[in-house]
């Protein structure tokens, strides 16, 4: 079994910062593709940022030079460093991670249970 666990959301007044962090435990083998997806009330959820196992990286273009993903592969975990926040970007954030389990050819994605961002004043 996999599991995603996410953490560092909050509420923050707007041009405030908060950093989301996602961590995957259990039988993994490799990691391809981590995102971060947010889904605002009476909104279909849209990619925010992704980052491939090389690095490359891409955004929507709302969140270009505010918002920046990394990850830490020895730690199966991505990161999503929020800057210069606005009222838009309030919305239920998750990670995403396209992964192989150890044994299996398969590769799969798999959901964090979603972290709550607030951005008001």
């Known amino acids: 079994q996999v599991q995603l666990v996410e953490s560092g959301g909050g509420l923050v007044q707007p041009g405030g910062s908060l950093r989301l962090s996602c961590a995957a435990s259990?039988?993994?083998?490799?990691?391809?593709?981590m995102a971060w997806y947010r889904q605002a009330p009476g909104k279909q959820r849209e990619l925010v940022a992704g980052i491939t196992s090389r690095g490359t990286t891409n955004y929507t273009t709302s969140v270009k030079d505010r918002f920046t993903v990394s990850r830490d592969n020895a730690k199966n975990t991505v990161y999503l460093q929020m800057n210069s926040l606005k009222p838009e970007d309030t919305a239920v954030y998750y990670c995403?991670?396209?992964?192989?389990?150890?044994?299996?050819?398969?590769?799969?994605?798999?959901w964090g249970q979603g972290t709550q961002v607030t951005v008001s004043s």
């Open positions: 995403n991670m396209n992964l192989q389990q150890i044994g299996t050819r398969n590769i799969y994605d798999y």
């Open positions: 259990g039988s993994i083998f490799r990691i391809f593709v």
